[in-house]
């Protein structure tokens, strides 16, 4: 008898036997089916969700520059007297570069406030002089033209980008590229035009009134040489806090004792976006749980009742020799095809839907209405594989748990008293 339970037919008479069951009773099947349909496609959405929710998040946060240290001097000494040799100058910044082999490159940056006249119009704004690579370390978005070249830097070319917002104030109408704007007593030509790729609300250098110039023409304003912002980008993340820690003992060692500096990163911001992402996919885990634990309960129901409906086929198999185990593994077959099934059906839903969604964002009409919050491009609804394997595991695993006591129910029943059962 042992062999006979080891061999493929033993396992598949069980299976036909179960599809036939649960064939003959579709509607119970289909509904009993629809809690773990639910719970499976919860649990690959929920990860969906929370991933995309992650990126989105992380995303803004890195929008602000990626791996990036911050650098600023907050005083010289007791007395708060400013100190010109303690301010950070373009020579800290190649000392950064080339020192700090973490470092992948440093911009720097210094903004006055300042009046432009356009049309007999006077428009307040705030001019930032930044070095060459200030547009890749902060991520800066090129809208139309272009970026300062290595002439512009060098020959202290009288050329500027604008805000998109400063463009539509001071040239409505107008393309901006190639128009003159004047600035104090300079002349500039306008060489593109810029934006920001997370709004910082003004909490950085850059504001919608900004115009940035390069940084050698800065001094032609205030006369000095020195950057109020200084930015190091890391190489890769797992080194931002390395180069934050050489960063600030390489300016404290640069100059006098009682100069002070800011330098900071945006790890902790990362970090923490991390965790509350974590701790709500976690969270909607367990919802997606508690729903499956309720189908699990209602497949035992069902069962329970087809056990009590079908005693006397029960009770005919056992008089004709069926053996406790295929019973057994009958009811335990129909538990695990309505659970397997169900599962099957919540992932195609749970993976669907997010497609779907997907191709929804990138139509134009949506787009278009997106734009105003975040370019569709930037949008990204990731599918996690793991999630499905996890749904499909778990949703399997309910039924087999919760069909285990009507099938050990079914298997215990005594022919005799089963085949006397109306």
């Known amino acids: 008898m042992r062999a006979m339970r080891s061999t493929a037919a033993f396992w598949q008479e069980n299976l036909d036997l179960a599809v036939q069951a649960l064939r003959a009773n579709k509607v119970r099947a289909i509904l009993t089916m629809l809690g773990v349909i639910i719970g499976s496609a919860c649990i690959i959405l929920v990860v969906?969700?929370?991933?995309?929710?992650?990126?989105?998040?992380?995303?803004e946060i890195e929008g602000v520059g990626s791996n990036l240290v911050m650098a600023e001097m907050i005083n010289s000494g007791a007395a708060q007297n400013l100190v010109l040799a303690d301010q950070i100058t373009p020579a800290d910044l190649q000392a950064v570069e080339q020192d700090i082999p973490e470092v992948k490159q440093a911009a720097g940056t210094s903004d006055i406030h300042l009046t432009v006249t356009v049309a007999g119009q006077d428009h307040p704004i705030s001019v930032v002089g930044v070095t060459q690579g200030f547009n890749n370390v902060r991520r800066l978005v090129i809208i139309g033209g272009r970026y300062f070249d290595q002439d512009d830097m060098m020959s202290r070319s009288k050329v500027c980008l604008v805000t998109e917002q400063l463009a539509a104030t001071m040239f409505p109408g107008r393309d901006p590229l190639g128009q003159d704007l004047q600035i104090g007593e300079l002349h500039f030509t306008v060489i593109g035009m810029f934006r920001e790729r997370v709004d910082t609300f003004g909490q950085t250098e850059i504001t919608p009134e900004s115009v940035l110039v390069p940084f050698s023409l800065i001094k032609e304003y205030t006369g000095t040489d020195y950057f109020k912002s200084f930015y190091a980008q890391a190489d890769k993340a797992d080194?931002?806090?390395?180069?934050?820690?050489?960063?600030?003992?390489?300016?404290?060692?640069?100059?006098?004792?009682?100069?002070?500096?800011?330098?900071?990163?945006?790890?902790?911001?990362?970090?923490?976006?991390?965790?509350?992402?974590?701790?709500?996919?976690?969270?909607?885990?367990?919802?997606?749980?508690?729903?499956?634990?309720?189908?699990?309960?209602?497949i035992m129901n069902i069962m329970l009742v087809t056990v009590t409906e079908r005693t006397r086929e029960i009770g005919i198999r056992k008089a004709i020799g069926a053996?406790?185990?295929?019973?057994?593994?009958?009811?335990?077959?129909?538990?695990?095809?309505?659970?397997?099934?169900?599962?099957?059906?919540?992932?195609?839903?749970?993976?669907?839907?997010?497609?779907?969604?997907?191709?929804?964002?990138?139509?134009?009409?949506?787009a278009g209405l997106l734009s105003d919050f975040v370019p569709a491009s930037e949008i990204s609804i990731p599918i996690s594989w793991l999630s499905v394997l996890l749904a499909f595991f778990v949703s399997c695993s309910t039924g087999l748990v919760f069909g285990f006591?009507?099938?050990?129910?079914?298997?215990?029943?005594?022919?005799?008293?089963?085949?006397?059962?109306?």
């Open 323 to 366: 053996p406790r185990d295929a019973i057994l593994y009958q009811f335990l077959a129909e538990a695990v095809l309505i659970s397997g099934t169900g599962a099957l059906v919540g992932i195609a839903i749970g993976i669907l839907l997010p497609l779907a969604a997907d191709l929804i964002i990138r139509l134009p009409v949506i």
């Open 405 to 422: 006591l009507p099938a050990n129910r079914a298997a215990r029943l005594q022919p005799t008293e089963a085949l006397r059962y109306e």
């Open 48 to 59: 969906t969700i929370s991933l995309a929710g992650k990126r989105y998040i992380i995303s």
């Open 239 to 298: 080194d931002v806090p390395l180069v934050t820690e050489r960063v600030a003992g390489l300016l404290a060692s640069r100059h006098r004792p009682d100069a002070k500096y800011r330098v900071r990163n945006l790890t902790s911001m990362l970090s923490a976006a991390r965790n509350i992402a974590h701790a709500l996919t976690i969270l909607l885990i367990l919802v997606a749980l508690i729903a499956l634990t309720i189908s699990g309960i209602g």
